[in-house]
Structures are given as structure tokens and as C-alpha cells.
């Protein structure tokens, strides 16, 4: 397994802010995803982080609004650009651990910002 | 990408054993199916995984027929601190979550 951390845990932000979320893991992995959550909802995967190379973005996502990073194979952000309410959510760090199946994947804690 | 379908909710009593199935129909054949955890305030948590026939740890156990379209989680003997929500995914590489089952563990 893997132990993962994400700064802040929580934060209140203002509308048009943008907020960088640090996710940390103990061990290196393969892959990095970044998540939402939005309140009472299902997990809504943004984007794959790539190691050296731009995340990869789902449908819906774009790199303008989630700039993300991954300078090596234990550490990624997220940065919520221009925030508005609507961005209120729980954001979730995943990862795939280097040893057993990529579909096991482990979720840090989640990041809960509120956007005013 | 495959797409899962499960209920959205089921009650339960503690002691009870609880089957939450899942459908697959469009399930590829490298795929695996997962199934997390979620309690409020935290992130899904791996529960079990297989391919094919049944799979058990320490936690649930997993059946799979020979067709692969569905899947069943058995979570044996439930608590009150099984009450969360069980998402079953299917993908390979990235995951994508459905609606999940919220499982409600009643005294």
C-alpha cells in the first residue's frame, strides 16, 4: 500500500483566488490521478498526472482551470485557477503503487475548499 | 469504457450478511472489477478486486460468474461501521466511478 498526504486539508477561499493542493506519497508510484467530489456525489476524475510531460485531462476539464504538476514519482499538485463557487468540493489525490495491478489504486484524504 | 450499474442504496441489519450486485455488460476482457469503500470525510478505500470465479479476504469476498457481466460484493456479518458507500469499477489504468451503493447499517 501506499500513504498519501495532501495539504491543505481544508481551506475557504474567496471568489477568483486560485488554490494549489500539494499531494505527497511515502513511495514511488506509477501513476497519479487527481479527483472531485462534489457534496453527496460520486468521484469525477479531472486528470492523470504525468511525470515530466503534461497531465492528461478528462472530458470536461481543461489545463487553464486545473494546472497540474508532477516533478517526480512522489509528489503532484493541483491548482484551482480562478475559483468560483462552483468549485466547492472535496479533491482527491490517487495513486497507483509501483507493485500490484494498476487497478488497485489508494486515495489520499481529500483536500474540502469552499469557495465564497 | 465499461459501465457499471448497481443500486443506489440498500438498508441492512447488523449481523446480516449483505450482497451488493453489480452489472457489467460491456466488460472488456483485460479488465478487472474493483470495489472501494467510502465513509464520509475520507477517500475510497480498496476493498477487493478479481477477474474471474470468487475471490475472498479478510474483508469481503467477490463473485464473478463465467460470463464476467456482473459481479456480487458479500460483505459476511455487517456492522454499524459498514454503513458507507460501495462503488464497483471496471476499468483498466484509470478509474471511473459510478453512482456507487450507499449501504445502510441499521441496530
Known amino acids: 500500500s501506499a500513504v498519501i498526504s495532501q495539504k491543505p486539508s481544508r481551506d475557504i477561499c474567496q471568489r477568483g483566488t486560485s488554490l494549489t493542493i500539494q499531494c505527497q506519497v511515502d513511495s514511488q508510484v506509477t501513476m497519479m490521478f487527481w479527483y472531485r467530489q462534489q457534496p453527496g456525489q460520486s468521484l469525477t476524475l479531472i486528470a492523470t498526472a504525468n511525470q515530466g510531460s503534461e497531465a492528461t485531462y478528462e472530458s470536461g476539464f481543461v489545463i487553464d482551470k486545473f494546472p497540474i504538476s508532477r516533478p517526480n514519482l512522489t509528489f503532484s499538485t493541483l491548482t484551482v485557477s480562478n475559483m468560483s463557487p462552483e468549485d466547492s468540493s472535496i479533491y482527491l489525490c490517487s495513486v497507483t503503487p509501483r507493485t500490484g495491478n494498476r487497478e488497485t489504486q489508494y486515495f489520499g484524504p481529500g483536500t474540502r475548499l469552499l469557495v465564497l | 469504457l465499461a459501465k457499471t450499474t448497481q443500486p443506489i442504496s440498500m438498508d441492512s441489519y447488523e449481523g446480516q450478511e449483505v450482497n451488493i450486485t453489480c452489472s457489467h455488460n460491456?466488460?472488456?476482457?483485460?479488465?478487472?472489477i474493483t470495489w472501494y469503500q467510502q465513509f464520509p470525510s475520507q477517500g475510497p478505500r480498496f476493498i477487493i478486486q478479481g477477474y474471474k470465479t470468487k475471490v475472498t479476504n479478510e474483508v469481503a469476498s467477490l463473485f464473478i460468474p463465467a460470463d464476467r457481466k456482473s459481479s456480487t460484493l458479500s460483505l459476511p456479518r455487517v456492522s454499524l461501521s459498514d454503513t458507507a458507500v460501495y462503488y464497483c469499477?471496471?476499468?483498466?489504468?484509470?478509474?471511473?466511478f459510478g453512482q456507487g451503493t450507499e449501504l445502510s447499517v441499521k441496530p
Open positions: 469499477l471496471v476499468e483498466r489504468g484509470k478509474l471511473i
Open positions: 460491456n466488460i472488456a476482457t483485460n479488465d478487472y
